[in-house]
């Protein structure tokens, strides 16, 4: 993970990297720095500082940053303590070429032992400062332009990276390559932008180039070329962008996590939009039309994922187990990939993931591939890496999300799990019109229901209050409300750092319960209808063991009115539907936790937004 930025063309460098870096903070956020070419310096100027992109720009100040080439990072680190040395970009020892990198050498120590042997000097711990040495000793010892210098040198590593180098031999030259981390391309008039994704890139162009697995783009006078390392060159696509600026700034809100939990309305309908039609009776998913006659012969469906969308997966469980009569086996990414897992003819594998970038989906995904499953993806990030390798997909869109804490891409997951639930329901034949059209009615009226939900914002914050110096929380939810438990519980761990476990609440008697003391609050989320009774004697024994009691029921319950210590009421749906409202009063609860405890939201210590190494 990290974010990278670069620059070449007529304009000042230095603002756009800083800006750009800014955008890209949410990959990683340990230290910063940027490399410029000046013509009037003899060498590459580089600054880099531990901290955030905000220390970088104060440490800059009074310093030389002229120049129309430069590049920048921010990082989240792997190898190596989040420190001055270690940060980006590493240089040669005579500052004579620079480079940064998002991802991980995994030969590095082999690569650095060789290197020392030919007298090079490692100053850092990273994997990273490898690269600068290898190009360096290549250029030496064959005498050829860095752009051939990188690829030969890329020809020795192994593992993931997106990189962009630079020479102050060659001033009007920038060289990227990738292989297992994004890196985008915007193309201008006469410059070039390069970033780990669209966002420092949209204010000044749309059109954009995605660099693909194992290619190198060259910037040399103005021109770019794209070859593969095997130099064979490349005739790039260039597509259009379509996020737009405002979505990318905080809009009044004084954190993007909170803009985001109430941007969720909006997001929600533009994740529907064009895509329910009450009038008769059907979801309209252009991304899964072609799968839609063969769904007869789908056996079983695994969803693979990471983090909140892991969750959002586990809801798509029920949804798609009760709706379609589908079996459905949800797993982590990082364990699927590892374990050997059996994979049938007939297996359709849908990946979720907020970015399309994580690594260990990305890999879950090829394994799925390799061994003839039809692939699926559900993301946000518009051509991403995800949407570009599966055989067909949906987009959530609920916009540039920021925050490090998932908060609307998980709703819109949830609803475009619904609609390929019902989707599939329809199409063989398991729904019948009159739960269908329930369904979607309900679909529609959501968004105005959020709305409902939001209005709690006060309350939550009186209770979020109360709670805010707790060491440890238990979230309990059955059925659909077990993975909500989940989510609220990672959003309070997240951003909070108050231990917190979700559970399903019957659950609770193996284990937790002997965690309960007056102390402890436990968030129940009790909306459910099937299971009501059943979570009304969880709330029975937390209270008999003197627990406090958060509930999230729904507009007008009585029974949990008598039981709860607090009540967060949210307006009544279909149980098929409660998840999109029942998180939102956790979303709203972690955040005012956090921001009460002093933490800093949209950039939780050690997290990063897009995990694209292992
Ligand atoms: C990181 C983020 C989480 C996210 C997870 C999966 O851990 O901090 O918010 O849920 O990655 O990311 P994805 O982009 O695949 O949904």
């Not at 609050?521 to 063991?545: F, G, H, L």
Request: glycine content about 8%; some cysteine; hydrophobic content about 40%.
């Amino acid at each position: 993970m990290c974010g990278i930025v670069a620059y070449i063309g007529h304009r000042d460098a230095c603002p756009i990297l800083i800006k750009g870096l800014q955008r890209l903070e949410y990959r990683g956020y340990d230290s910063a720095g940027i490399s410029l070419i000046d013509e009037n310096s003899s060498t590459i100027n580089t600054y880099k500082i531990a901290g955030k992109v905000a220390d970088l720009s104060e440490y800059i100040q009074n310093k030389n940053i002229n120049g129309h080439v430069g590049m920048g990072h921010t990082r989240w680190a792997t190898h190596g303590a989040p420190n001055n040395t270690n940060a980006h970009p590493h240089n040669s020892d005579d500052n004579m070429l620079s480079v940064i990198h998002n991802g991980i050498i995994e030969n590095h120590d082999v690569l650095k032992k060789e290197l020392i042997k030919r007298g090079y000097k490692f100053v850092s711990d990273t994997d990273t400062e490898v690269l600068v040495h290898l190009i360096q000793d290549i250029q030496k010892n064959q005498n050829v332009l860095l752009e051939e210098a990188v690829r030969i040198a890329l020809h020795e590593v192994v593992g993931a990276y997106a990189i962009v180098i630079l020479s102050r031999n060659e001033p009007d030259v920038l060289i990227a390559a990738r292989k297992g981390s994004p890196l985008v391309i915007g193309v201008g008039e006469n410059e070039y932008f390069f970033a780990s994704d669209a966002t420092p890139i949209v204010e000044y162009t749309r059109n954009v180039i995605y660099l693909q697995d194992n290619e190198v783009a060259s910037v040399r006078g103005g021109n770019i070329v794209i070859k593969t390392i095997e130099n064979e060159i490349q005739n790039p696509y260039i597509s259009q962008l379509e996020i737009n600026l405002e979505a990318l700034e905080k809009g009044g809100f004084e954190h993007f996590m909170l803009k985001e939990i109430f941007s969720q309305p909006e997001s929600l309908m533009d994740c529907m939009r064009g895509r329910i039609r009450v009038v008769d009776n059907q979801v309209q998913l252009g991304g899964f039309t072609k799968f839609e006659n063969s769904l007869d012969k789908i056996n079983r469906i695994i969803i693979v994922a990471c983090g909140t969308s892991w969750h959002a997966g586990l809801v798509g469980e029920y949804l798609i187990e009760e709706l379609a009569r589908i079996p459905v086996e949800v797993e982590y990414a990082s364990e699927f990939r590892y374990r050997n897992p059996i994979i049938l003819a007939g297996d359709f594998v849908i990946a979720i993931s907020q970015s399309g970038e994580t690594a260990d989906t990305l890999a879950a995904l090829e394994l799925a591939k390799g061994q003839g499953a039809t692939i699926f993806g559900i993301c946000n990030v518009v051509g991403a890496s995800i949407p570009r390798m599966t055989d067909g997909g949906v987009y959530t869109h609920a916009g540039p999300e920021i925050g490090v804490a998932s908060t609307k891409a998980f709703t819109a997951q949830v609803t475009v799990l619904t609609m390929v639930a019902l989707k599939m329901a329809q199409k063989r034949g398991k729904i019948t019109k009159a739960r269908m059209a329930e369904i979607l009615k309900g679909m529609v009226e959501i968004p105005e229901k959020v709305k409902e939900v939001l209005k709690k914002d006060d309350q939550i914050k009186y209770i979020a209050d109360i709670y805010k110096d707790a060491p440890n929380c238990l979230y309990l939810g059955r059925g659909i409300q077990f993975p909500v438990a989940l989510e609220g519980a990672l959003k309070l761990k997240e951003i909070s750092y108050i231990h917190a476990e979700g559970y399903p609440a019957a659950e609770m008697k193996h284990g937790p319960i002997a965690l309960i003391d007056e102390s402890m609050p436990i968030v129940v989320i009790a909306t459910n209808k099937q299971n009501y009774e059943k979570v009304v004697s969880n709330i029975q024994e937390v209270k008999a063991r003197k627990g406090k009691i958060i509930a999230i029921v729904t507009e007008g319950d009585t029974a949990i009115a008598e039981l709860a210590d607090h009540l967060i009421e949210i307006p009544e749906t279909d149980e098929m539907l409660s998840p999109l409202l029942s998180v939102v009063p956790l979303q709203l609860l972690a955040y005012h936790i956090a921001v009460m405890r002093g933490c800093n939201v949209d950039q939780p210590r050690n997290l990063a937004k897009s995990v694209t190494v292992e």
